[in-house]
Nanobody, 124 residues
Framework: QVQLVESGGGLVQAGGSLRLSCAASGRPVSSYIMGWFRQAPGAAREFVARITRGSSSTSTYYTDSVKGRFTISRDTAKNTVYLQMNSLKPEDTAVYYC???????????????WGQGTQVTVAL
């Protein structure tokens, strides 16, 4: 079982950038497909990005609304996954969660371990 802790959220103006971090412990992040999800008040938790398992070649996937703006990456030495968010929009406002899965996909029910979440607020 891997433990995950998100950080890096905050208040940013539209068009600005934030980098979220997901620090893992107990297991290496390279053992999992790692995903970022977000949830706005009253909305369902939705997929944002994921990165495939492995310590060498990896693949990344994004929901359409963040393609070209967000980048997921992994630092195996630090056992940390990142979400670089650029050109932020008010509709990006949500609590962001990192999660780990043995099999991956876009469905949050397929992810076994979750962080506590970090708030991202994008103002006009």
């Amino acid at each position: 079982q891997v433990q995950l802790v998100e950080s890096g959220g905050g208040l940013v103006q539209a068009g600005g950038s934030l980098r979220l971090s997901c620090a893992a412990s107990g297991r290496p992040v390279s053992s999992y497909i790692m995903g970022w999800f977000r949830q706005a008040p009253g909305a369902a938790r939705e997929f944002v990005a994921r990165i495939t398992r492995g310590s060498s070649s990896t693949s990344t996937y994004y929901t359409d609304s963040v393609k070209g703006r967000f980048t997921i990456s992994r630092d195996t030495a630090k056992n940390t996954v990142y979400l670089q968010m650029n050109s932020l929009k008010p509709e990006d406002t949500a609590v962001y969660y990192c999660a780990a899965s043995l099999y991956g996909g876009d469905n949050p029910s397929k992810y076994d371990s979750w962080g506590q979440g970090t708030q991202v607020t994008v103002a006009l």
